[in-house]
């Protein structure tokens, strides 16, 4: 399996921990995005951006220290907590269909994403 597939692309959270997500692909929506060139991931937890560096090779994945901006929300910031709970928890990547899955080491998952258009940011 090649990284092309996982890099490159806007992923926009749909389960975490076995839990559907309800968020769209709006700005808003908690979303990924791993640009091969930097092995930099960039994103939004649904309120906050964040930015990490990352490693993949084959099937394993890595993310470095998370950063996050501290922005106050008006939204539960619980969906955002466990979400950069589980990116701390990643170690490894695969596809199913046009669905990513982001597994622990265990190879199970803890966060499933769905490719989408990159989020269009402006009025909120």
């Excluded at 806007?10 to 692909?25: E, F, K, M, R």
């Excluded at 907590?81 to 622990?104: H, I, N, P």
Aim: net charge positive; hydrophobic share 40%; charged share 20%.
């Amino acid at each position: 399996m090649s990284s092309n597939s996982l890099e490159g692309a806007h992923w926009y959270l749909a389960q975490l921990s076995g839990q559907a997500v309800q968020g769209g692909d709006g700005p808003r929506a908690a979303h990924l995005f791993l640009d091969a060139e930097k092995k930099r991931l960039t994103g939004s937890g649904g309120c906050n951006r964040l930015v990490a560096a990352y490693t993949v090779q084959d099937t394993t994945l890595r993310f470095g220290d998370i950063a996050a901006t501290k922005m106050a929300c008006p939204r539960d910031m619980a969906l955002e907590r466990q979400f950069v709970q589980a990116l701390g928890q990643v170690a490894g990547w695969r596809m199913r269909g046009s669905e990513l899955e982001l597994l622990d080491g265990a190879g199970q998952p803890v966060a499933g994403f769905r490719a989408g258009d990159a989020p269009r940011l402006g009025r909120r």
